[in-house]
């Protein structure tokens, strides 16, 4: 009794500064750009921050560490080492350039970024479309905190949806980004907090040494300690835990969320500050995994979403536990925000506000009607997250009642690994290559050969890894990327012979003058 009255205690004062943050942040929301980036004068500090906390999410503090105890080491060197190193990699490649594009642009989203950079309405009202995946990943967070809500406060499922869901789209409704920054910020320091006590909460185990500690786990089953586990269904060969999923790591910063926090920031001097804070603390927060390697030694057999809630049960006291369990959500609720955010400001300007244009057949030119679109705008993303928490209310009781491939972590990245399968080969060419060599037919062949590849693959079972989603999107990705190199190259060669007949021909002309 007396965690249940400690836990809804610290959860009243939670929802309180998140509510006082909603209500800053409703004053400073005059837009559809402060509402979908802030108003671009916040610290490249938190916003970085932000960036580790909505990277994490609660798959990397529950989720990922079920398969860990499920599969054991070739599942930690997959989603802790490779996708990590790949994540890396990608938001320092890609958050200058897509910053940098889409400032000029003045654009707010990823499909926006898009449309603009290919001149194409058609690719910004597709990759719109394609966003509604999102709804998969936004699915696997709200479970995976009602599954935290369950143990520490004794309610059934159904009551513990639909109050993550009510807390957090409500208040993101009402603030947006200009709240977003800041309980992301309070939510990655809280989150550090709780990281170092999941990590050193094992510790003792490797009092004998890492040999010992590997040998351990060998003598319960010889596939838990290998490179790759062949009874496992998504860690069987080297090619599914290293090239998947750094791919999948590489590519997974193409989400609207993440590339859209770069455009929070006041100037280009702040972008190394803001890549330095969000791999550091980011870095921290991947070591979390190793609790499912430490479940292993303390919990019996236990379906893969509840091992990480029945870990923080049992090995710690109630009222730490409790604490822990905040940390916890708090890695769910700033990755759930950054998607809400993304998705709602998405469907608002990329896909409802150009269909109504359409209807009216012209675009605004005087600044009375630009400010009174762009209020419609930001009243149709605020319409558009009732409808989304709806939607997510629903999937994720039947995710609760039946997990597609035992975990609602396969129900998410099958959709969300095809999102970005499909945005990684145009995103990355469309900011490394001038307009003239990349194409909009290009783009869209591109992400056309990337839905192919990852639904055929799938639906035609090719090859025996085709029920692993991070293998399907390793070769969308190949194929797409393919697809803008064979282009690129068709297209260089095409302008410089042209380039050769146009001098040629002033030759000629000179020669006969």
Partial sequence: MEKTVFAWGLLSVYAAITGYLAYRGYRRTRSMEGFAVGNRDMSPVFVGLSLAAQLTSVATFVVNPGLIYAFGLPALLGMGLSASLGIT????????????????????????????????????????????????????????????????????????????????????????????????????LIMVAVALLLIASGITYFSDGVGAFFKRLGAMDAGLVGLVNPAS???????????????????????????????????????????????????VFAMVMLVGLYSRFVLPQTRIDLVVPVYINTQFSPIVSVVISIGVLCAGISTLEGLLLALSAILATDLFMPMLRRRRAAETTTPEEVRAQGMLALRLARYSLIGLGVACFFLGMYQIRHPTGGSVAIFAQYGIYCLFSASFAPMLFGMF???????????????????????????????????????????????????????????????????????????????AA
Avoid at 93 to 98: E, I, N, Q
Avoid at 255 to 271: C, F, G, I, T, W
């Fill in 89 to 188: 990699i990608g938001i320092i490649v890609l958050s200058k350039g897509f910053r940098s594009v889409g400032e000029k642009m003045q654009a707010l989203t990823v499909p926006g970024w898009l449309g603009s950079r290919f001149e194409s309405r058609g690719i910004q009202i597709g990759f719109a479309l394609l966003s509604l995946a999102l709804i998969t990943f936004m699915v696997l967070i709200v479970v995976a905190m009602a599954y935290i809500l369950m143990k520490m406060l004794g309610i059934p499922a159904w009551s513990a949806l639909l109050g993550v869901i009510v807390l957090v789209f409500a208040y993101v409704l009402v603030g947006g980004a200009n709240t977003s920054v800041y309980t992301n910020s309070v939510q990655a």
């Fill in 233 to 283: 269904p998504y860690f069987r060969n080297l090619f599914e835990v290293f090239a998947a999923n750094f791919l999948v790591g590489l590519a997974i910063v193409c989400q609207p969320h993440v590339m859209a926090k770069s455009l929070s920031l006041k100037n280009e001097k702040d972008v190394n500050r803001y890549l330095l804070t969000a791999i550091l603390v980011g870095t």
């Fill in 433 to 511: 290559s001038t307009k003239a060599t990349v194409t909009r037919l290009m783009a869209a062949l591109s992400a056309g050969t990337a839905l192919v590849v990852y639904v055929g693959m799938s639906l035609f079972k090719v090859t025996s890894m085709h029920n692993n989603p991070a293998v399907l999107s390793a070769f969308s990705i190949i194929a797409s990327l393919a697809v803008m190199v064979v282009g690129v190259g068709y297209r260089r060669i095409t302008l410089r012979s042209a380039r050769r007949r146009v001098e040629g021909f002033g030759k000629r002309e000179s020669q």
